[in-house]
């Protein structure tokens, strides 16, 4: 088990497990693809979009992926998300974390 110490938007210690994020990564993933095509670039780009989107309003997913992004763990959730689109939402989400 992965976890880093960060601090949430409101200030309180969170903990961040890196395999519990990656767990949740991969479903948000796998169920999107099971629903949406992903067999174009632009099909995948949709289904990426939609899981930024999920990710976005998961009040609990969402400050923790920002947090092991911040703390340089992109390279890790890459390894341990087995999905092909794990990359392009990664940089997607920290395309998204740098521009805030």
């Not at 938007?9 to 993933?29: I, W």
């Not at 920002?66 to 997607?92: N, T, Y």
């Amino acid at each position: 088990m992965t976890a880093l110490p960060t601090n949430s938007h409101s200030g309180a210690d969170l903990d961040v497990n890196l395999d519990n994020v990656a767990a949740e990564l991969q479903q948000v993933l796998e169920k999107l693809s099971q629903i949406y095509p992903t067999e174009t670039k632009a099909e995948q780009l949709v289904v990426v979009g939609k899981a930024v989107n999920e990710i976005d309003i998961d009040r609990t997913l969402s400050p923790q992926v920002a947090a092991a992004l911040k703390a340089g763990h992109a390279d890790d959730l890459r390894e341990l998300v087995k999905h092909p689109l794990i990359k392009i939402l990664l940089a997607a989400l920290a395309g998204w974390q740098d521009a805030v």
